[in-house]
């Protein structure tokens, strides 16, 4: 692992930018660094952590800015499950997490 700089474009209307104080290293992101092809693009690791909100899109309702946060999965908010508050149970629940870009295709970095 290395911690480097990134530039990000900015945050979507449905988006939130964090500035991470604290992070955490879980079981799931050491398995994906022991299996990664280091042939491939490097990854950011990042479903755990705590900061506090920098910006926000047009979209967002619940945060703004100098909120402090705490990061954890990341539900899709569109599936059934999601829509019936069960984002535990998210359908695209691994490619919102560990897919390493926007449920869109699109990658911030």
């Known amino acids: 692992m290395e911690i480097e700089s990134l530039e990000l474009e900015g945050p979507r209307d449905d988006e939130v930018l964090v500035r991470i104080i604290a992070a955490g290293i879980c079981r799931t ?13 490097p990854v950011v690791l990042r479903h755990e952590g705590a900061g506090v909100v ?17 990061l954890s999965c990341q539900p899709c ?26 449920l869109d295709g699109s990658n911030a970095l």
Request: net charge positive; aromatic share 12%.
């Open 77 to 102: 908010g569109r599936c059934p499950p999601c829509r019936i508050g069960n984002p535990a149970n998210c359908r695209f629940f691994y490619e919102a997490n560990f897919g390493f870009k926007r």
């Open 29 to 41: 992101d050491i398995d994906l660094c022991d299996e990664w092809n280091k042939e491939t693009k």
């Open 54 to 70: 920098e910006r926000f899109g047009g979209k967002v309702k619940n945060v703004k800015g100098g909120d402090h946060v705490v």
